[in-house]
Structures are given as structure tokens and as C-alpha cells.
């Protein structure tokens, strides 16, 4: 059964430096998203991707974050100066469609440890 | 205040017993979703429930969708450990009855059940 992927599981870096977070939606999937996860609390969503770009962002989205789709196959997302408040769990999904009768496929997560 | 709301926030049972988990809003939902999430990993999605009153089963799970369609609740009948991780429930983007869903989705902060053996 296809599946998104995430790379790295897991990532630790130092507060103020650059981390890319990576995703490869399923392949016929035309829509593409991040959620992150604080421990201990609920999914928010961040951001949602479509024709090579954005089609809705939350506030939490600000400009330290940017998404790219630099081939065909992965998905990214950029948080340009890390602060310790980013800390969290990121999760990419992928739908064929953008429509709520779509489902949202879900990665098993990248944990961002800002230190 | 929160979108959705569920209850409890914890539940810890022994298994072979019965529990129900609430999603609550005072918004009207044009469908209505349900996932499960365990540790390290993403949510997966068990259900998705449309219409006021709507019944769907899964198993030992029974899904049910207010009349209303602003609460939803999950009912597990003879808990297994396997049972155990987060029950979240969810709703897109266009939350308002006939509106438009863009996909993006909103979370309840979920219900961690644990089922001792």
C-alpha cells in the first residue's frame, strides 16, 4: 500500500540554525500539507500546497517557515532560524483531491528537538 | 475558545470493558472525522461521518454523528490493548454547514485511552 514518508525521524539542532524537513507524498497525490505537534498537545495544522504553491497557511506559518516542491517526488519544509518553541513533532500528508472527502494520508512524523 | 472539544482527555481501562469518547462544538460540521494516532506516528483515519444521525461501525467501534452534526462520539465495546493510543476527532476547513472545505484540517486535542490487559 503506498505511504508517505518522512526523513529525517528524528533531528536535533541548535536554536538559531536551519533545518529542512523532508517528505515524499503518495505519488498520484495532488494536494500537500504540514501538521506539527507540541508534545502533549493537538495537531495544528501549518500549511497546504497545491500547484506549486500555497493555498492556505495558519498563523503559526510565519516567514521562518517556507514549503517547496523541488522535484517531482519530495516535499519540504523549511524553518529558517529555529527557535526552542519549534520544537515538535511535523507531520507531511498528502490527498488526491483537496476536498474534505479526500483523506488526508499522514507520515509517521519527524521529531524536531530545538536544543 | 476551542473548536472542538473532547472528552475525557484521559482514559485508562481494563480490558474487556466498554467506553465512549466525545467530540463536542457549538459549531455546525459539515462532516466529521475520526482518527487514531499511537506513539510516533502519524494519525491514521478510522472514519468519516456526513449525515445528522449517522450510525457507522468498525469493528468494536461504533461511530456515531449527532443529529445535529455539531458532536460526535466513539464507543468501543470490549476494549483490547491494542485499543490504546489517541482518538482524535477532526473536521475540515469549511466547518459550517453547505461551506466549502479546502482540506485543511482542525484537530480536537484528543482522548489518550490506555487498555491494561
Known amino acids: 500500500e503506498p505511504e508517505v514518508t518522512q526523513t529525517p525521524s528524528h533531528q536535533v539542532t541548535q536554536m538559531g540554525q536551519e533545518v529542512i524537513l523532508r517528505c515524499v507524498p503518495i505519488s498520484n497525490h495532488l494536494y500537500f500539507y504540514w501538521y506539527r505537534q507540541i508534545l502533549g498537545q493537538k495537531v495544528e495544522f501549518l500549511v497546504s500546497?497545491?500547484?506549486?504553491?500555497?493555498?492556505?497557511k495558519s498563523e503559526i506559518f510565519d516567514d521562518q517557515f517556507s514549503v517547496e516542491r523541488p522535484d517531482g517526488s519530495n516535499f519540504t519544509l523549511k524553518i529558517r532560524s529555529t527557535k526552542l518553541e519549534d520544537s515538535a513533532m511535523y507531520f507531511c500528508?498528502?490527498?488526491?483531491?483537496?476536498?474534505?472527502?479526500?483523506?488526508?494520508?499522514f507520515g509517521p512524523g519527524t521529531r524536531l528537538t530545538v536544543t | 475558545t476551542q473548536l472542538l472539544e473532547q472528552s475525557p482527555q484521559f482514559l485508562s481501562i481494563q480490558e474487556g470493558e466498554n467506553l465512549t469518547v466525545y467530540c463536542n462544538s457549538s459549531s455546525v460540521f459539515s462532516s466529521l472525522q475520526w482518527y487514531r494516532q499511537e506513539p510516533g506516528e502519524g494519525p491514521v483515519l478510522l472514519v468519516t461521518v456526513v449525515t445528522g444521525g449517522e450510525v457507522k461501525k468498525l469493528k468494536r467501534l461504533t461511530f456515531q454523528f449527532g443529529d445535529a452534526r455539531k458532536d460526535s462520539s466513539l464507543h468501543i465495546t470490549a476494549a483490547q490493548p491494542g485499543d490504546t493510543g489517541l482518538y482524535l476527532c477532526e473536521v475540515p476547513k469549511g466547518f459550517n454547514a453547505g461551506g466549502t472545505s479546502y482540506g485543511k484540517l482542525t484537530f480536537g486535542q484528543g482522548t489518550i485511552l490506555t487498555v491494561h490487559p
Open positions: 500528508a498528502s490527498s488526491e483531491a483537496g476536498s474534505s472527502s479526500y483523506e488526508q494520508y
Open positions: 500546497f497545491y500547484n506549486n504553491e500555497i493555498s492556505e
